[in-house]
């Protein structure tokens, strides 16, 4: 019954990425992606190709399964409610947030020192789509796909807090692990896409009579007709009359 509601590239994409990201993890629990080999590490050549592959690494399993829920749920709206943009707003997202993380420099916004970091994981997309999910209804104005926007707030409102640096809330004794370079990245990137097509795919219907001068023959013969075969309709009542019918109405609605 879902097959013509429910698309297929909503739950086979979610799928795909989400197996990727597990059998990276898997990967990495056995070795194959050791020290920062894979993940993205500011300014460096060598942390070019974590532009590519951060996304599918994770620092540990309440890593990868926090990532993995709001991944799915995202990618199934996107895919759902923008099949034309979606793959374009996917990896021009991943590819642009890795490589704004990549030119950020690693600096404590506290002491002004230099960091070596090295950021890894989903979430930098995780933001892109939820700010694309959110901007686009609200660019759009299409009521379906503003109330994509409202549950997208709603489950997922708190991730503003993630773009801002720990830091500035409590007292560290060493520098968070979480990166928010890559979550501003991602909200930023997430952003700005839902501007650039926010003309394209599904939109606000206007029907034809809401535009200026609309004039139809066919409608404008049609009232004619009705104001020759009801003349009654248009006649002035007299005040006791609409008083009349006023109080013939009320006893109707006490009965």
Same mark, same amino acid.
């Given at each position: @019954?879902?097959?013509?509601?429910?698309?297929?590239?909503?739950?086979?994409?979610?799928?795909?990425?989400?197996?990727?990201?597990?059998?990276?993890?898997?990967?990495?629990?056995?070795?194959?992606?050791?020290?920062c080999?894979?993940?993205?590490?500011?300014?460096?050549?060598?942390?070019?190709?974590?532009?590519?592959?951060?996304?599918?690494?994770?620092?540990?399993?309440?890593?990868?399964? /926090?990532?993995?829920?709001?991944?799915?749920?995202?990618?199934?709206?996107?895919?759902?409610?923008?099949?034309?943009?979606?793959n374009?707003?996917?990896? *021009? /997202?991943?590819?642009?947030?890795?490589?704004?993380?990549?030119?950020?420099?690693?600096?404590?916004?506290?002491?002004?020192?230099?960091?070596? *970091?090295?950021?890894?994981?989903?979430?930098? #997309?995780?933001? #892109?789509?939820?700010f694309?999910?959110?901007?686009? /209804?609200?660019?759009?104005?299409? @009521?379906?796909? !503003? *109330?994509?926007? @409202?549950?997208?707030?709603?489950y997922?409102?708190?991730?503003?807090?993630? @773009?801002?640096?720990?830091? !500035?809330?409590?007292?560290?004794?060493?520098?968070?692990?979480?990166?928010?370079?890559?979550?501003?990245? /991602?909200a930023?990137?997430?952003?700005?896409?839902?501007?650039?097509f926010?003309?394209?795919?599904?939109?606000?219907?206007?029907?034809?009579?809401?535009?200026?001068?609309?004039?139809?023959?066919? &409608? &404008?013969?049609?009232?004619?007709?009705? =104001?020759?075969?009801?003349?009654?309709?248009?006649?002035?009542?007299?005040? =006791?009359?609409?008083?009349?019918?006023?109080?013939?109405?009320?006893?109707?609605?006490?009965?």
């Open positions: @019954m879902f097959k013509n509601v429910i698309s297929k590239r909503a739950m086979i994409y979610p799928l795909l990425m989400l197996s990727a990201m597990w059998f990276g993890y898997f990967l990495q629990m056995q070795g194959f992606f050791g020290s080999f894979g993940a993205i590490i500011p300014l460096l050549p060598e942390g070019l190709l974590g532009v590519i592959t951060s996304p599918l690494l994770h620092g540990n399993i309440d890593h990868i399964i /926090g990532n993995s829920i709001p991944m799915a749920a995202l990618m199934f709206l996107l895919y759902q409610f923008y099949p034309v943009v979606a374009k707003v996917f990896v *021009t /997202g991943w590819l642009a947030t890795g490589l704004l993380v990549w030119l950020l420099p690693p600096i404590d916004i506290l002491t002004g020192d230099y960091l070596y *970091t090295c950021t890894i994981g989903a979430s930098g #997309v995780v933001y #892109v789509l939820a694309f999910l959110f901007f686009s /209804g609200v660019f759009k104005w299409h @009521m379906k796909l !503003l *109330t994509i926007s @409202m549950l997208v707030v709603l997922y409102g708190s991730l503003v807090w993630g @773009m801002l640096p720990e830091e !500035l809330f409590y007292t560290m004794q060493e520098p968070s692990k979480i990166s928010w370079q890559a979550h501003l990245s /991602g930023v990137v997430g952003s700005i896409l839902a501007f650039a926010r003309h394209v795919g599904e939109k606000k219907k206007k029907f034809i009579w809401e535009f200026p001068n609309y004039y139809s023959e066919k &409608d &404008d013969k049609l009232w004619q007709e009705y =104001k020759e075969n009801h003349p009654e309709d248009f006649l002035e009542l007299p005040y =006791k009359k609409r008083d009349d019918i006023w109080d013939h109405l009320d006893e109707l609605r006490k009965r």
